[in-house]
C-alpha cells in the first residue's frame, strides 16, 4: 500500500474487486446476449446500448458533482481547500471526455461543408494565383484532402469518445483523487439508475423473467455490496472514515 497523504490509499485488493466485478459483469452480459434472441434487431440493441453508456456517464457525472460539492461544503475549511487541491484528476476527465463529442462535432461540421467550401476556397486561392483552372484545381484538391482529414477525426474520435465514457464510468470522473470514499458512495447511485433505466426501456433480451431479473438485479446488489465492503474495508484498514474525511 502506498499512501500520499492520510486519506490517499491505493488498496490493490479493492481495485481487484472492482476490476473482477467489471469483467464479470460483462461476461455476464455476452453470455446473456449469446444464449438467448435479441428482443428486437441488432441496430436497436447496439443504439440501446450506447444509450445506457450515455445514460451511465450522465448520471456519474451528476453524482461526482453533487459528492464533490458536498465534501466541499460539509467539510472544515482546511480539509475544503485540500479537497479543492485535489480537483486536477476529475476536471481533466471531464475535459478529455468533453473533447471526443467536440471533434465529432466539429468533423461532421467539416463533412456537411459548414466550416468551408469549395468556393470559399476558391475566393482564397484566387488571390494568390489568380481566377482560373488552378485555384479551381486546388480548391479540389485541398477540399478532398481535408474531407478525408475530417472522416478519419470522426472515426478516431468516435472510438476516442467511447473508450473515455468508458473510462469515466470505471473511474467515476477520478472522484477518488478527491477521496476515497467517493466511488464507494457513487457508484450505487448509477447502477440503481440503471436498473431504472432498464426497467423503463424494456429487457434487450427475450430471456425468461426469472433470469432476466436475476441478471438486472445482480448488477445493482454485487455493485452495493462492493460498495459496503469497500467503506468497511476503509475504515479498518486505513481508518478511513467520513466524519474524518470531512475533519470533523
Known amino acids: 500500500m502506498h499512501t500520499s497523504t492520510t486519506d490517499r490509499v491505493e488498496d490493490k485488493l479493492i481495485t481487484g474487486m472492482q476490476l473482477a466485478r467489471t469483467v464479470l459483469g460483462l461476461v455476464a452480459a455476452v453470455w446473456l446476449v449469446a444464449a438467448y434472441p435479441l428482443s428486437g434487431d441488432g441496430e436497436k440493441f447496439l443504439l440501446g446500448k450506447l444509450l445506457e453508456l450515455a445514460f451511465s456517464c450522465g448520471i456519474l457525472a451528476v453524482g461526482s458533482i453533487l459528492g464533490i460539492t458536498v465534501f466541499l461544503v460539509a467539510s472544515t475549511p482546511d480539509r475544503r481547500r485540500d479537497f479543492a487541491g485535489r480537483l486536477r484528476g476529475p476536471i481533466s476527465a471531464a475535459l478529455m471526455l468533453a473533447a471526443g463529442p467536440l471533434c ?19 475566393d482564397i486561392f484566387s488571390t494568390v494565383t489568380g481566377p482560373g483552372i488552378i485555384c479551381t484545381v486546388l480548391a479540389f484538391l485541398v477540399l478532398a484532402i481535408g474531407w478525408l482529414a475530417a472522416l478519419a477525426v470522426l472515426l478516431g474520435s468516435s472510438v476516442y469518445t ?3 465514457t468508458y473510462a469515466c464510468v470505471f473511474t467515476c470522473f477520478l472522484a477518488r483523487d478527491v477521496h476515497p470514499l467517493l466511488p464507494a458512495l457513487i457508484s450505487p447511485l448509477l447502477v440503481w439508475s440503471l436498473f431504472a433505466f432498464q426497467m423503463f426501456n424494456g429487457p434487450d433480451v427475450a430471456a425468461p423473467p426469472e433470469v432476466l431479473y436475476t441478471f438486472m438485479l445482480g448488477g445493482p446488489l454485487s ?24 475533519g470533523h
Open 162 to 164: 467511447l473508450l473515455a
Open 104 to 122: 465529432i462535432w466539429m468533423s461532421v461540421k467539416a463533412l456537411k461543408g459548414d466550416l468551408i467550401d469549395g468556393e470559399d476556397l476558391k
Open 223 to 246: 455493485v452495493t455490496a462492493l460498495s459496503v465492503w469497500e467503506v468497511r474495508r476503509l475504515r479498518i484498514r486505513h481508518g478511513i472514515t467520513l466524519r474524518a474525511a470531512l
